[in-house]
Structure formats: structure tokens, C-alpha cells
């Protein structure tokens, strides 16, 4: 690989100005993106905040009007702005009902790395995302250490204390305690560097992309996701140097932190020519797809490096190869086609879309086929299946009221179907939907497409 040219001294002091204040120049909503809604409304019944709250400022066209008004210089950066766009899901159901193709999770993404930059939150806010998107979760080890403590919490019967002692009522956190996703026994960081053989006759050698946060609390997927790999004749390799896709952070708009991960997990992955990089989730799925959008409208990353990914020099085409390998696993399964035999397992579930599956990688057949291909398995459609369930990242906690509407609204309708469990592909939505059977005492288990899929191996 030819060695990056060294950077000019304006080049440098940018670079620096830009690590300081987490965004950079160009991360704003641009006007050939915003322009193209032509203010049909057709997105407006799809938007679950605007079925919440039947104003217009928190639908995806009202939103899309406060920000070309700021582009424009014709609004103030507002308490009222950012809780708008905060309130957003960003689960990008108006972006499938939209006939003019406004891509605005971009828009949303870019609006939120603006806010960073122009917009002062109260201190405790912005000790939190400080902590949260640029200490936490770029640091593995630090993941594992909070992880450790958070286990000690749940496991010395502390946890059971503060619910049983009312005193997570006295301070309102009942319902923010009940989304705390149980920590693993044994985490997943330990499989990081191994390759994991097909079973019977390769077809195919691909990345396993293991997430930060489920490699604490989703390792038991991440075991079974692997097996199934293996069973349907897939080499696995756990690339070691790994890292947090960046989804949470450019979801929040701290683009600078996305970007640098994007950076490390495209040279972590792109070392080796894989068949597929995948992922059991999609949240990290879609953000991975989308690496480009982290570069392409900053020239300073696009053209100063071409083709490089080390130091800071990843660009554009960098990421766009690595997003051509990216799969969701069910979308990889589908298309190889399943080889391992399955055995009967009478069951009827319903399947929950996960908004970054369905409306940002538009994947909605392949696990369903999945789940059919299971010999006894009857799948049941609930209701608005494609509906957000409140998980969004962080929104459940940061937004927790509305996050808990629409969690009520989707578990009445996956009682419905009378289906014992409740398969999904998204690991937040697993934990949100879960949080939901207890809170909702419906009874219902809730699986990842693959967990039904290793169950009838
Ligand atoms: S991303 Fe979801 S919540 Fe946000 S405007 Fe679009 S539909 Fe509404
Ligand atoms: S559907 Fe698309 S074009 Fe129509 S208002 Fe919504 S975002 Fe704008």
C-alpha cells in the first residue's frame, strides 16, 4: 500500500480543530438532498412520531423544512429544533413511503452533527454523550470493565434490591431499569482472532462482524450465528482488530468518532478478501453499508489519501468496497441458500421487522424465507410488522416515554397473532422487545432469525 503524502500545516491544524469539537465543516444537511422533498406528505402516516403527536414539526417533512430553514440562515438553533430532531427516531420509515427518494436518515444524521456544533446542551447531557460516544464505546476494554460492573450490580442482588426497595420508582427509572440487557457470563471478546472451519465442503469464507456492546450481552447469538455460518458450509474468521461499528455516534451525529471507527474496521476487514463481511444486526448492518456517507461529503477525507485506510487518509472508495461486502446474515443465508438439514420444530411465531433491516437496508423477504424454511414453523404476520418498536439505539432510554408508547402499540399487536414467540433480527430490538413481553405480560420468547434457524439444527 503507497504511503500517505504528509499532511499541510492547514490540513493538520483542521484535522486537530476537528478532533477538538467532534464535528467537522462539511457535516450539515446539504441542499441537493433536502431539496429533493417536494412536501407531499406521504410520509407523514408512516412517521411514528407524528401518529404520537400530530404535529407537524415532528413528522419527516416538518423536520426536513426546520432544516433547510437553518441551512438557509432563516431559523435560530432552538430548544425547539433540537427537540424535534432529537425526538426522532431515525428509524427511516418515512424514507420507504417517500415517492421522491429523500434519503433522510442522512439528513436527520447531518442535522444532529450540526446541533453538536452549534447548540450548547445542558452540562450533564453533554457529559454523557461525551462519555458514552467518544470514551466508551470506541474502547473495548472499557466496554468490558463497565460490563464486569454492571454484571456485579445484576448478580449480587443489588439489582433485585433497588426494584424490590421502590426506589427505582422514587426516581422514575422503573422503566429505563427494565431495558438494562442481561451481561454474559463469558463475553465475546474472547473468540476475537479465531476462524471457525466450515462443516462439510466450503462454500464460502466470510468476516464476522461482532458489535461492541452485544459482545457483552448478545454473546450467545453471536455463538449461534457463527454455528449457523458453519453448519451451511461458511469458514468463519473473528477479525481481531475490530472495533464498534459507529452507529450509536453517527446516529448522534459525532461523526468524528464514527469516521475513526469506520477507519479501523475498514482496514480490520478489508485485510483479506472475504466472500462477505456479516453481521447478525441491523443497526450495525445499515451504518456499515452507509461508511460512504461518512466520507463522501467531506472532501478533506475523500481526496486527501485516495484508496488509503491507514492514519487518516480512508476514502470514499475505500469505504464503498468495504460496503459492497457487507450482509446482513439473514440476506447472506437467503441468497447461499441453506445446505445444513433441519430438523421438525412445531412452533407458530410472528416476525417484527427491525427498522434498519426493512427501511434502511429494504430486506424484508430473506428472513421471512428463512423462518418458512424451518420444517413445523408457522409464521404469522402481526400487524404493522414494519412499525418502529421504540428500541432506536439509545432513544428508549433517552426518549423513554415515547419509546414505551409504541412499545404498548407493538406488543398488543404481536399478542395478537397468538404466536408463543416473537423473531426479529436486530439484537435492540430483541432487548426492547423482551422488556415489552415482561412489562406487557404477554409470555412471549423473543428470538433472532438465527437462533430459530441453530435450534433446528
Ligand atoms: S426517521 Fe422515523 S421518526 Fe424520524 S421522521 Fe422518519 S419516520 Fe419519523
Ligand atoms: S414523502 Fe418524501 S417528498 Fe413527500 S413530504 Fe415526505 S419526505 Fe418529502
Known amino acids: 500500500m503507497p504511503a500517505a503524502p504528509p499532511l499541510t500545516h492547514e490540513e493538520a491544524q483542521r484535522e486537530f480543530a476537528e478532533t477538538l469539537s467532534g464535528f467537522t465543516a462539511g457535516d450539515k444537511p446539504e441542499y441537493a438532498d433536502y431539496s429533493r422533498c417536494i412536501h407531499c406528505g406521504l410520509c407523514l402516516n408512516a412517521c411514528p412520531t407524528y401518529r404520537l403527536w400530530h404535529n407537524e414539526a415532528d413528522s419527516p417533512r416538518g423536520r426536513i423544512r426546520q432544516m433547510a430553514l437553518i441551512d438557509q440562515g432563516r431559523l435560530e438553533f432552538s430548544d425547539a429544533f433540537v427537540t424535534h430532531i432529537d425526538r426522532c427516531l431515525d428509524c427511516r420509515a418515512c424514507e420507504t413511503a417517500c415517492p421522491s427518494g429523500v434519503e ?7 442535522a444532529r452533527a450540526q446541533i453538536a456544533r452549534n447548540f450548547e ?23 468490558a470493565r463497565v460490563a ?9 442482588g443489588l439489582e433485585a434490591l433497588a426494584r424490590t426497595s421502590g426506589i427505582l420508582r422514587l426516581f422514575g427509572l422503573q422503566q429505563r431499569a427494565a431495558l438494562l440487557p442481561r451481561i454474559d457470563s463469558e463475553f465475546f471478546f474472547s473468540r476475537l482472532g479465531q476462524t471457525f472451519p466450515a462443516k462439510g ?10 458489535g461492541c456492546v452485544a459482545q457483552v450481552t448478545f454473546t450467545e447469538l453471536n455463538d449461534a450465528t457463527i454455528r449457523v455460518l458453519q453448519a451451511n458450509g461458511c469458514e468463519v474468521v473473528v477479525p481481531a482488530n475490530q ?5 450509536l455516534a453517527a446516529h448522534a451525529g459525532v461523526r468524528n468518532i464514527a469516521r475513526e471507527l469506520a477507519r479501523k474496521n475498514m482496514a480490520a476487514f478489508l485485510a483479506e478478501p472475504f466472500d462477505a463481511i456479516i453481521t447478525n444486526a441491523a443497526g450495525y448492518g445499515s451504518t456499515l453499508k452507509e461508511y460512504p456517507h461518512l466520507f463522501s461529503e467531506n472532501p478533506a477525507d475523500s481526496g486527501r489519501h485516495s484508496n ?12 464503498a468496497e468495504f460496503s459492497s461486502r457487507v450482509r446482513d446474515v439473514t440476506e447472506f443465508l437467503a441468497e447461499l441458500g441453506l445446505s445444513a438439514p433441519l430438523r421438525e420444530t412445531k412452533l407458530r411465531v410472528t416476525y417484527q421487522d427491525s427498522c434498519h433491516l426493512a427501511h434502511g437496508q429494504k430486506i424484508r423477504e430473506a428472513p421471512r424465507k428463512l423462518i418458512r424454511a424451518v420444517p413445523g414453523v408457522e409464521l404469522v404476520e402481526m400487524p ?3 412499525h418502529c418498536c421504540g428500541s432506536a439505539g439509545i432513544y428508549n432510554v433517552t426518549e423513554t416515554a415515547a ?18 414467540v416473537i423473531v426479529t433480527a436486530n439484537p435492540g430490538c430483541i432487548l426492547q422487545l423482551r422488556a415489552g413481553a415482561k412489562l406487557h405480560k404477554t409470555g412471549q420468547q423473543v428470538l433472532h432469525v438465527v437462533e430459530l434457524l441453530a435450534r433446528a439444527i
Open 104 to 110: 433522510y436518515g442522512k439528513l436527520v444524521e447531518l
Open 121 to 143: 446542551r445542558p452540562r450533564l447531557s453533554r457529559f454523557a454523550r461525551r462519555y458514552v460516544f467518544e470514551r466508551l464505546l470506541p474502547n473495548p476494554r472499557r466496554i
Open 148 to 156: 464486569q460492573l454492571v454484571r456485579l450490580y445484576q448478580r449480587s
Open 201 to 210: 465442503p466450503r462454500r464460502a469464507r466470510v468476516a464476522f462482524f461482532a
Open 243 to 247: 472495533f464498534c461499528c459507529g452507529a
Open 308 to 319: 488509503s485506510v491507514d492514519g487518516n487518509g480512508a476514502s470514499a472508495a475505500t469505504a
Open 384 to 386: 404493522l410488522a414494519d
Open 403 to 420: 419509546s414505551m408508547h409504541l412499545l404498548a402499540e407493538k406488543m398488543q399487536h404481536a399478542k395478537s397473532t397468538a404466536a408463543p
